[in-house]
T-cell receptor
Framework: NAGVMQNPRHLVRRRGQEARLRCSPMKGHSHVYWYRQLPEEGLKFMVYLQKENIIDESGMPKERFSAEFPKEGPSILRIQQVVRGDSAAYFC???????????FGSGTQLSVL | GNSVTQMEGPVTLSEEAFLTINCTYTATGYPSLFWYVQYPGEGLQLLLKATKADDKGSNKGFEATYRKETTSFHLEKGSVQVSDSAVYFCALLYGNKLVFGAGTILRVKS
């Protein structure tokens, strides 16, 4: 049973480009969480999704960031018109249900040039 | 608001030394508390947890006790190994969100 899979592991973008980060949850998990880790900081909650629904997006920046978790396929975190301040490690986690144990992926390191 | 503060690293120890990584929290109510570990190149893994005051979480020789009176959840291990080298994160559960500390890098030398 594969764990939470994130890809790519490393993503380099120039300012103004779009970044798409993918997360495939563990088999059977329908709850997905995205966290961001800025240099020298802890992980900060961004968004919590269930299949086809955004449950809590209180940690998402108001502009340029969006997330989805379609019925089929991975969850996608999309960052439009990236800026240097978006450079960070983005972690995805999944769980069987709310308040269940979270399993984390290895993260995507986004670098904006 | 809810927050977690960890001691700054890196912490560098010799093999078999005693480890303490301090963690204090600020929260409304009595959240569940966690320690996660991140080995190089991997995602975070749950190391241990405690759900109420005076609970002691333990795993792989690591322990942490939920201290309500000092709002602390310090991580301890009696004898560290080189394989314990990793980043350790203290966290609390607030609603459906985990709130993390900044992480503490542990380096164990043989």
């Amino acid at each position: 049973n594969a764990g939470v899979m994130q890809n790519p592991r490393h993503l380099v973008r120039r300012r103004g480009q779009e970044a798409r980060l993918r997360c495939s949850p563990m088999k059977g998990h329908s709850h997905v969480y995205w966290y961001r880790q800025l240099p020298e900081e802890g992980l900060k909650f961004m968004v919590y999704l269930q299949k086809e629904n955004i449950i809590d997006e209180s940690g998402m920046p108001k502009e340029r960031f969006s997330a989805e978790f379609p019925k089929e396929g991975p969850s996608i975190l999309r960052i439009q018109q990236v800026v240097r301040g978006d450079s960070a490690a983005y972690f995805c986690a999944s769980s069987l249900g709310q308040n269940e144990k979270l399993f984390f992926g290895s993260g995507t390191q986004l670098s904006v040039l | 608001g809810n927050s977690v503060t960890q001691m700054e690293g890196p912490v560098t120890l010799s093999e078999e030394a005693f480890l303490t990584i301090n963690c204090t929290y600020t929260a409304t109510g009595y959240p569940s508390l966690f320690w996660y570990v991140q080995y190089p190149g991997e995602g975070l893994q749950l190391l241990l947890k405690a759900t109420k005051a005076d609970d002691k979480g333990s795993n792989k020789g690591f322990e942490a006790t939920y201290r309500k009176e000092t709002t602390s959840f310090h991580l301890e291990k009696g004898s560290v190994q080189v394989s314990d080298s990793a980043v350790y994160f203290c966290a609390l559960l607030y609603g459906n969100k985990l709130v993390f500390g900044a992480g503490t890098i542990l380096r164990v030398k043989s």
